[in-house]
């Protein structure tokens, strides 16, 4: 969790701007909500000097990148900084590409404590893109000093497969404003490539859906209640929350979502698990993550765009659908009003405004040690076969049915589009006719599933912070 100024600066983003970002992020109470990481993006650097080191942009930055790192440092916050795996960064300043060892030892000295690592002006290499990720990985280890690797490829070589052993967060998304202010669709659709996503991550290494769009310049473009849906989804998915605005301002209604505590805490849970999609019909979605002691997070998400007459639908979780069986009592909690909201059985209907979305803990009123073991993507028969995140289905009948819901829709919208999404549910559908088959089923459902169920190599090697 923390801030970073690209969104709402670009490259102009100077000394001033970041002692003032420091000071506001302490007294507004964001660093004690949990943003601790104080991050520089593109722009700081200037070419190398007579030793080939990079240099800071000291009309930008007079007391130098140390300067501010000490300063960070002394308001109990850590540093970012950020380079490219290619001769240049995106904006064309000097990058780290041929200098991992020299740039990474540099930043040690600072004391700067996360890296983020773009992909851009990598054509002088003919290294692939994770064995230039690996060079940088290397380099922070050599340097002695912990960093949070940040890798910043876009998605592009599918870095949640080979992510936990390289950086501690994937950018699985393009940018999430390719203007300076992001819009609705944009919004969406690093959703959608992060839909799926979540068995690839956990403690040490995440899916990054980008940054927030919570307060200016993303409040340009996006109602108050599509900031707090947003800020909902990426909590629930586990995406690092790092604030994408420029704080001096952010309006009250727009602090208040950034610091909803009791959402803060899906984002954080110790268990460790990411949300995903569950279900999912037209525009109702239900997306839910496990939470520590066998309680859900979930999140009622309306993409109904706006139509006449239609101003909300009511939105329903089955317990079939998380993983419990019908017949138990849950507590539910509405998380942004801090508010209970009774207990139920089989299923909650809450009612959610268009781009809306409501987000609750759900808590059993009996505690059973199998509730923590559920997890939102499907389970396997034989989970040693290596398959990542892979866990044991449950006996459960009725789960086991929540699990071929799932199947049918189990394809990335980003990658197939809408027709895909026409052409997956047709598919689930004909798969559903087919019981029965179960030769043909198998080899369909391996065909959708194909791209979900990849190897992941060695376990996590860089033994730095897990919590980012
Ligand atoms: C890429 C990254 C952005 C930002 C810019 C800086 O586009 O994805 O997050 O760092 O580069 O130029």
Redesign the pocket.
Known sequence: MGFNP?NAFHEFFTEKDAFETIDYLVSSGLVEAGYTYFNL??GWMMPRDGDSALQPNLTMYPSGIKGIADYAHSKGLKVGI?SSAGTN???GFPASLGYEDQDAKMWAEWGVDLVKY?N?YSAASDKSIKERYEAMRDAILASGRPMVFAV?E?GLSEPWVYGQSVGHMW?TTK?ISLDIAATWPGILENLDSTARLARYAGPGGWNDADMLEVGPPGNAKLTLAEQRAHFALWAVIKSPLIIGADLKLLKPSELKILKAKEVIAINQDPLGVAGDLVWKQGPEEVWAAPLQGGGRAVVLFNRQMAAEGVTSRELTVHWHQIGYEPGIQVKVRDLYKGKDLGEFTGHFKGTVINHGALILRLTPTEAHESHERWRPWPCSSDPSHGSQGAYACPSNALMQRSESVLKQADVPSSTYGFAGYILTSVGGVFLGLMVGLSPLRGVLGRWVRGRQYRELHSPHALALSDRV
């Open positions: 690209w993006d593109d950020y960064t995106c904006k773009d851009c910043c876009w950018r940018d």
